[in-house]
Nanobody
Framework: VQLQASGGGLVQAGGSLRLSCAAS????????MGWFRQAPGKERECVAA????????YYADSVKGRFTTSRDNAKNTVYLQMNSLEPEDTAIYHC????????????????WGQGTQVTVSS
């Protein structure tokens, strides 16, 4: 599975962005997907994850209520809708894939995509 994240950019605090992660391969629908971010000097954090069916989602406390992840298996794409953005959300965001959503959340996916930069100005 090859992954490519897009949709990052510069936004003012309180604004919104939607990230997309396009996957190659016919087996995309079998994989749980996760969104990770890493800011300079900080540890990588799983901010959201979604099971292969979309029935199960996970959000880090830091983004709960502001971020929403979803997927369209027919389009081999997973999304991260980010609302009420804060300067603390500034980071490089990556998408990642693994069969089990728990393994994704634990930070051990099998596949990583290239990141997209999100910058939130105050």
């Amino acid at each position: 599975v090859q992954l490519q994240a897009s949709g990052g950019g510069l936004v003012q605090a309180g604004g919104s962005l939607r990230l997309s992660c396009a996957a190659s391969g016919r087996t995309f629908g079998r994989y749980a997907m996760g969104w990770f971010r890493q800011a300079p000097g900080k540890e990588r954090e799983c901010v959201a994850a979604i099971s292969w069916s979309g029935d199960t989602t996970y959000y880090a406390d830091s983004v709960k209520g502001r971020f929403t992840t979803s997927r369209d298996n027919a389009k081999n794409t997973v999304y991260l809708q980010m609302n009420s953005l804060e300067p603390e959300d500034t980071a490089i965001y990556h998408c990642a894939a693994q069969i089990r959503v728990a393994t994704v959340i634990a930070g051990n996916p099998d596949y990583w995509g290239q990141g997209t930069q999100v910058t939130v100005s105050s």
